[in-house]
């Protein structure tokens, strides 16, 4: 079993920033890879980021590389996503999600648990 609770999420103007973190707890979190969704109204949800148990390899959707940055800190249970050069069509509800496997996958059929969501609101 993996919980996981996300914060970090807010209003922000177009051009900003912000860094949601995802606090995890059950199974030893170095043992399995993160990655981050987001949902926006109306719309499905899909694949933002995604990083390997150790940190040493990461993964972005198109949409967001050379903007966001996806960490993690094994010493604090805890995975990040740095937004930065934010937009208004980023605006969704952010999901951080437990792939129970050492490298990540990209479909969210791979992730085994999932936090509650945290808002992100991009004004223009």
């Known amino acids: 079993q993996v919980q996981l609770v996300e914060s970090g999420g807010g209003l922000v103007q177009a051009g900003g920033s912000l860094r949601l973190s995802c606090a995890a707890s059950?199974?030893?979190?170095?043992?399995?890879?993160m990655g981050w969704f987001r949902q926006a109204p109306g719309k499905e949800r899909e694949f933002v980021a995604a990083i390997s148990w150790s940190g040493g390899s990461t993964y972005y959707a198109d949409s967001v590389k050379g903007r966001f940055t996806i960490s993690r800190d094994n010493a604090k249970n805890t995975v990040y996503l740095q937004m930065n050069s934010l937009k208004p069509e980023d605006t969704a509800v952010y999901y951080c999600?437990?792939?129970?496997?050492?490298?990540?996958?990209?479909?969210?059929?791979?992730?085994?648990?999932w936090g509650q969501g945290t808002q992100v609101t991009v004004s223009s």
């Open positions: 059950g199974r030893t979190f170095s043992s399995y890879a």
């Open positions: 999600a437990a792939d129970l496997e050492l490298d990540y996958g990209l479909g969210l059929g791979e992730y085994d648990y």
